[in-house]
């Protein structure tokens, strides 16, 4: 149906505007209602003497019949056709669609202009990915320094019967090798600190959320001492409403937990050491996730590295994360499968620990406790919706510990032989 | 004489590990760091092989390479680029000057041993 089918809109429009019943209408231009029905909802298309007649009728031109602002939406429908030929659109009917349904038209409308917005904002990063100056010098940096001490060490390892010369000539290349890695990896770990500050704006009330908790640093000494949410969020007018809700019950929670552990409590368990949530749950009678949450909640101590908190949805996605010292978490979608958060997922309720050294910082060892707190909001016959918390506490390097090696994501880890591999890294096979 | 490799690469180091690891095989080895005067460095070695860094003062691999394609003595040397970079891009850039084999770092040595063997053949 041609374009000039939504011209039937703008009839029936301007005949209800005057207080003509379709019958009149049809009757002045000697054609029946039930065709001029037809008309009227796009189903017939009209030109020529019949039109003229009818806008006659109307008292318009007929211009004012056939042109429309539905042109450009028009355009846009047969661009996004255009773009995805294999869903198959009907672009000889776009006409009708958009005079039948101008609303689902324009929602495609609208995903259209916004998967373009977004392919441009991918495309955009990407190139600064690939074609950053200071990133990409200090990339080639690292796995410079990397591929060197990789060779020194095997051939060190490897070679028996290697003179001493060539022996304390290697382990001096491994000596000033892994140094100058040392700042490559502090130069690459700014940079991407700097991005990190850069990020102001929040694309996900997740993010919004996340950004405004970083401000506190997740700590709120207001709710520590009895307050209320209502008195924080009233400070946070950055936050857009879907935001202020998820910030309402993050706050909510944390003021109830704080009357049930308090912030002397929690201080006195990591000034003690090593903290395990589970006694501590089983000395408070609190939930495990509870004392995981208070431990990430309380203000950074001297000499101490921030305590870093995962928290997890029942299908994997990280939604929110609190960074702390040797451990990246990725920005977006899934971690790394050997996280503890992953296997807490699986086992709702049983908390897990697990000391870990993350292979894209080579820093101190982590030690991370896990749990999945279940819930049933359809009731006992509804499903199980499992969310997972997950607290880092950075450690001193122990040699005799043993560690799990873990990455951020598949994408981006440098292991090599990962059984957990779920897709190939873009980054070279491991060092 | 054995086979001989040119190894054109700024890193200290990783000539060094290279050099050992590829003499103990029985190779011929010489070394140039510099970029901008590497193409007349192959001229004057005439080597087996060449192992290319892309990343070089004063001259990129790729320019190099397209120069060593250019030229009717060394356009069919066989040359093995190395790269810290491993994007589909620049894999496909280096192909498309005749490179013979693209390695990214970091590599192993035995890597380098199979592939520059390889390159030469029995």
Redesign the interface.
């Given at each position: 149906m041609p374009r000039s089918a939504l011209t039937g809109t703008r009839i029936r429009e301007r005949r209800t505007l005057l207080g003509l019943k379709q019958a009149e209408l049809a009757r002045a231009v000697e054609i029946s209602p039930s065709y001029l029905n037809l008309i009227e909802h796009n189903r017939r298309r009209i030109a020529g003497k019949l039109l003229g007649e009818i806008a006659r009728e109307l008292h318009v031109e007929v211009a004012q019949l056939t042109r429309g602002a539905e042109a450009e939406l028009l355009d846009q429908l047969g661009q996004a056709a255009a773009d995805l030929p294999q869903a198959g659109a009907e672009l000889e009917r776009s006409d009708e669609f958009v005079g039948r349904f101008p609303g689902w038209a324009a929602l495609v409308q609208a995903q259209h202009r916004r998967m373009q917005e977004l392919q441009d904002r991918i495309e955009g990063l990407s190139d600064r990915l690939s074609h950053d100056p200071r990133l990409s010098s200090a990339m080639h940096e690292v796995l410079s320094k990397a591929t060197a001490i990789r060779s020194a060490a095997s051939i060190l390892v490897e070679t028996e019967d290697i003179d001493e010369a060539w022996r304390r000539r290697f382990h001096r290349n491994l000596h000033g090798d892994s140094l100058a890695l040392a700042e490559s990896a502090q130069a690459l770990t700014s940079f991407l600190d700097s991005e990190d500050e850069a990020r102001t704006e929040a694309g996900t009330p997740w993010e919004e959320l996340e950004l405004f908790l970083e401000s506190q640093r997740f700590h709120f000494p207001a709710l520590e001492e009895g307050g209320q949410p209502g008195a924080v969020l009233e400070e946070a007018t950055e936050l857009t409403p879907p935001a202020q809700d998820l910030a309402r019950h993050y706050l909510e929670r944390y003021r109830r937990e704080a009357a049930m552990m308090p912030l002397d409590h929690v201080v006195a368990a990591l000034e003690a050491g090593l903290p395990d949530p589970a006694r501590l749950a089983a000395e408070t009678g609190l939930p495990v996730a509870t004392v995981l949450r208070r431990l990430a909640s309380a203000p950074q101590l001297p000499g101490q590295d921030p305590v870093g908190l995962v928290f997890c949805d029942g299908t994997g996605q990280v939604a929110m994360r609190k960074p702390t010292s040797g451990f990246l978490v990725p920005r977006t979608g899934h971690a790394c499968p050997l996280w503890p958060v992953y296997e807490a997922l699986a086992s709702p309720g049983r908390p897990v620990a697990r000391r870990l050294a993350h292979s894209s910082t080579a820093g101190m060892p982590v030690q991370a406790y896990a749990v999945a707190e279940p819930r049933w909001p359809f009731g006992s016959d509804g499903p199980c919706l499992s969310e997972a918390w997950m607290v880092l506490l950075p450690q001193q390097e122990d040699p005799k510990a043993s560690v799990l090696p873990v990455g951020s994501a598949c994408r981006v880890c440098v292991l090599a032989d990962c059984p957990a591999r779920q897709e190939p890294s873009v980054m070279a096979s491991g060092l | 004489m054995g086979r001989h490799v040119l190894l054109i690469e700024d890193?200290p180091?990783?000539t060094?590990?290279?050099r050992?690891?590829l003499a103990?095989d029985g190779w011929t080895v010489s070394s140039h760091a510099d970029g901008a005067t590497a193409v007349n460095a192959v001229s004057r070695a005439k080597p087996d092989v060449v192992v290319l860094d892309v990343?070089l003062p004063g001259r990129s691999g790729y320019d190099i390479l397209r120069d060593l394609r250019a030229n009717p003595d060394t356009e069919g040397l066989p040359v093995m680029m190395l790269t810290?970079?491993?994007?589909v891009r620049d894999r496909e850039r280096a192909e498309s000057f005749g490179v013979s084999h693209f390695m990214?770092?970091?590599?192993?040595?035995r890597e380098v041993l199979d592939t520059l063997n390889s390159l030469l053949g029995p």
């Open positions: - | 890193e180091n990783i060094e590990a290279m050992f690891i103990r990343m810290a970079r491993g994007q990214t770092k970091p590599f192993s040595n």
